[in-house]
C-alpha cells in the first residue's frame, strides 16, 4: 500500500512539474513573441533548419522636429515587423526588459550563397572557433570569395523623414551644436565610390574633429589604420547609408570591423564589414535587404528605402 501511494505521489508531482513548465514557457512565448524557445534568448545559435518567427515591434517612431538634434518629438504609433525564418540563421534576439526598450535580433548568413552560418561553424574543430583558422570551409567559403554577413536590426524605428538627419548627424557630415565649428575633412573619394569624412591633417587629436564618434573610441596614434567614417549616397542624392570604422585601413588584416548603419523600412539595420573590402560594401547591404525581406511575413512599418520592399 505505502509503495502504490510512494508511486502515486511521484506521479502527481510530476504531472505537476511538467504542468507548470508548460505554463510558464507558454506565458514567455507570449510574452516574448517568438516561437524560439525563450531559454535561449540572447546570443544563440542552431543548426536546425525548422522555421520560427520572430517579431520586433515598438510603439513610437520618430517623425521630426524642427530642429536636427531634436530627438523629443514623437507620434504615437504601434510598428511591428515579423519573420519567419530557419533558426540556423538566427544569432541574436534581445528581447525588452524593465531596464531596456530595446530589442535586437540578429542574422548571420554567407553573401553570396545567403547559406546559414552557424552550421558550417559546428563543423569547425573547436581551436579554429576560437582563432583563425588556415584550412577548413570556412577559408573555401572565402577563396570563392564569400564573407559571413552579419546583420542586426533594432526595435527603435526612424521615419524617412528623419532618416537622414540621422545618418548626417551619425556620420559627422552635420555637426551638433557642440561640435559646431570644429574642424572635419569632408570629401568624396572616387577611387572609394564614397563620401569620406576623416580628422585634417592639421588636427592632432580625432576628438577635436567634428562629430567623429569613432574617433572617440579611438586609443593611439596608429596611422597605417585609423578612425574613419564613410557615407554612401543613393540615386536621389540622398545618403543610404553610412559606415563606422574604428581602425580602417585597406590592407587585409589591419584594421578592425567596420559598423554599417542603414534602414530596412523605418527599421535601423547594422552590418558588420571588413575594411579592406570596401568595394564589396554596397553588394553587402543590398544583399542584406534582399535577404531579410525574402523571410519578412507581415509588416505595418513604412516601406520607404530602396530594396526594402
Not at 502515486?8 to 513573441?33: E, Y
Not at 531559454?39 to 520618430?62: A, C, D, H, V, Y
Request: aromatic share 12%; hydrophobic share 40%; glycine share 4%.
Amino acid at each position: 500500500m505505502k509503495i502504490i501511494m510512494s508511486i502515486s505521489f511521484v506521479i502527481i508531482t510530476i504531472i505537476i512539474i511538467l504542468f507548470f513548465v508548460f505554463t510558464v514557457n507558454s506565458f514567455r512565448l507570449n510574452v516574448f513573441q517568438t516561437s524560439v524557445n525563450p531559454n535561449i534568448l540572447g546570443i544563440t545559435g542552431s543548426t536546425s533548419l525548422s522555421i520560427i518567427t520572430l517579431s520586433l515591434k515598438n510603439e513610437k517612431i520618430r517623425v521630426g522636429g524642427s530642429e536636427i538634434i531634436d530627438v523629443n518629438q514623437y507620434k504615437n504609433i504601434d510598428y511591428e515587423i515579423n519573420f519567419k525564418i530557419p533558426a540556423a540563421y538566427v544569432t541574436k534576439i534581445i528581447k525588452k526588459s524593465k531596464n531596456s526598450k530595446i530589442e535586437l535580433l540578429g542574422f548571420e548568413f554567407w553573401s553570396k550563397t545567403l547559406d546559414p552560418v552557424f552550421p558550417d561553424w559546428q563543423k569547425m574543430p573547436h581551436s579554429c572557433r576560437l582563432d583563425f583558422c588556415t584550412a577548413g570551409i570556412f577559408v573555401d567559403r572565402r577563396e570563392k570569395g564569400e564573407v559571413a554577413l552579419d546583420v542586426e536590426l533594432s526595435n527603435m524605428p526612424i521615419s524617412r523623414e528623419e532618416q537622414q538627419k540621422n545618418l548626417l548627424l551619425k556620420s559627422g557630415i552635420i555637426q551638433t551644436k557642440i561640435n559646431y565649428n570644429k574642424p572635419c575633412k569632408i570629401e568624396y573619394n572616387e577611387k572609394l565610390n564614397f563620401i569620406t569624412i576623416d580628422k585634417p591633417s592639421n588636427i592632432k587629436s580625432y576628438r577635436d574633429a567634428c562629430n567623429f564618434i569613432a574617433g572617440e573610441r579611438y586609443q593611439g596614434n596608429d596611422n597605417a589604420a585609423r578612425p574613419r567614417h564613410f557615407a554612401k549616397k543613393n540615386s536621389d542624392n540622398d545618403i543610404e547609408y553610412i559606415v563606422e570604422c574604428d581602425r580602417f585601413s585597406e590592407t587585409p588584416k589591419v584594421g578592425s570591423l567596420c559598423v554599417l548603419h542603414g534602414f530596412f523600412g523605418v527599421w535601423p539595420l547594422f552590418i558588420r564589414v571588413e575594411p579592406s573590402r570596401i568595394k564589396y560594401w554596397n553588394d553587402y547591404y543590398l544583399t542584406s535587404l534582399k535577404f531579410l525581406a525574402k523571410y519578412v511575413e507581415s509588416r505595418t512599418d513604412i516601406i520607404s528605402r530602396a530594396g526594402a520592399e
